[in-house]
C-alpha cells in the first residue's frame, strides 16, 4: 500500500500524460511519454501492464528486426532486441502457443509494443505509407496490442513458409491474398484462425500482423524499452 501511495505521489507530481502534434497532424493525440504516469495505471489496473512476452513465454522465440538493420528501414530502430505486451495481450499469446505446441509448432515474434517516437521515424521514411502507421492516428503497436509474428516447426526452429516475408511491401502480404502455394496458405490461414480464436485480428494487408480486440482501452505509449 505505501509503495502503491509514493507512486501515485510521483504520477502526480512530475509525470503527465500530454498532447502531441507533429507535421502530418491536424489533431492533437493522448500520448502517455511519462514511466511514472504509466506505473500509476498498473497500479490501478494491472491489464495496463507491459509484460516482456520472452520472460512470461519463455518457449516462443523472438527475431527482432528492428533492433538490427534486417527491416524494411535498413537501419536499427530499438537499443533493445525485446518485445512487450498489455498482460491480456501476453495471456492470449500463451493460449495460443499452448495450442500450437500441440501441433509441434510455435510463435515467433517480429514486434510488440513500439513507442510512438519509432512510430514517427517510420512514417518520415518509409516509402510505402500503407505499410506503416500514420502518426496522427498512432499505432496498435504503440499501445501494446499489437503483434507481429509467424510460425515456426518446434523441431527444427526454421519458419514454415508464408505468402511473402515478414514488412514485404508486395499485394501478396494480404491477409486473403489469393495467388500464392497451397502449403503458405495453409500455414497463413492457421496462424490467422487460431490467432483470431484467441481475441487477435490478423490486419488485412499484413497476414504477419494481429490486433488486440480490445486494444481500444489503452492509451498511446512513447516509453522506451530501457525503462520497462
Known amino acids: 500500500m505505501k509503495k502503491t501511495i509514493i507512486c501515485l505521489l510521483l504520477a502526480t507530481l512530475t509525470c503527465s500524460v500530454f498532447a502531441q502534434s507533429d507535421e502530418y497532424s491536424q489533431t492533437k493525440l493522448r500520448i502517455v511519454d511519462s514511466y511514472f ?18 520472460k512470461e513465454i519463455p518457449s516462443i522465440v523472438l527475431d527482432i528486426r528492428y533492433a ?3 527491416n524494411f528501414m535498413q537501419q536499427v530502430m530499438y537499443n533493445q532486441a525485446r ?11 500463451k493460449k495460443v502457443q499452448t495450442i500450437l505446441r500441440a ?10 509494443y513500439r513507442p510512438y517516437a519509432v512510430t514517427v521515424d517510420f ?5 510505402d505509407k500503407n505499410f506503416v502507421a500514420n502518426p ?31 514488412d514485404s511491401f508486395s499485394k501478396a502480404a494480404a491477409a486473403g491474398y489469393p495467388a500464392v502455394s497451397a502449403v503458405a496458405r495453409t500455414n497463413r490461414d492457421l496462424l490467422i484462425f ?8 490478423v490486419l488485412s494487408n499484413e497476414w504477419w ?11 498511446l505509449m512513447d516509453i522506451p524499452f530501457e525503462k520497462l
Open 37 to 54: 504516469t504509466y506505473l500509476s495505471s498498473t497500479m490501478q489496473n494491472n491489464q495496463n501492464e507491459l509484460v516482456e512476452i520472452k
Open 68 to 70: 538490427t538493420n534486417n
Open 83 to 93: 518485445a512487450f505486451a498489455r498482460r491480456p495481450v501476453v495471456e492470449a499469446l
Open 103 to 112: 501441433r509441434g509448432l510455435g510463435l515467433k515474434i517480429y514486434d510488440g
Open 123 to 127: 512514417y518520415k521514411k518509409a516509402s
Open 136 to 166: 496522427a492516428k498512432g499505432s496498435k503497436h504503440n499501445r501494446g496490442c499489437a503483434i507481429d509474428c509467424t510460425l515456426i516447426d518446434l523441431k527444427t526452429g526454421k519458419e514454415l513458409e508464408m505468402p511473402t516475408p515478414y
Open 194 to 201: 487460431i490467432m483470431r480464436k484467441n481475441q487477435m485480428n
Open 209 to 219: 500482423h494481429y490486433d488486440f480486440v480490445s486494444w481500444r482501452n489503452f492509451d
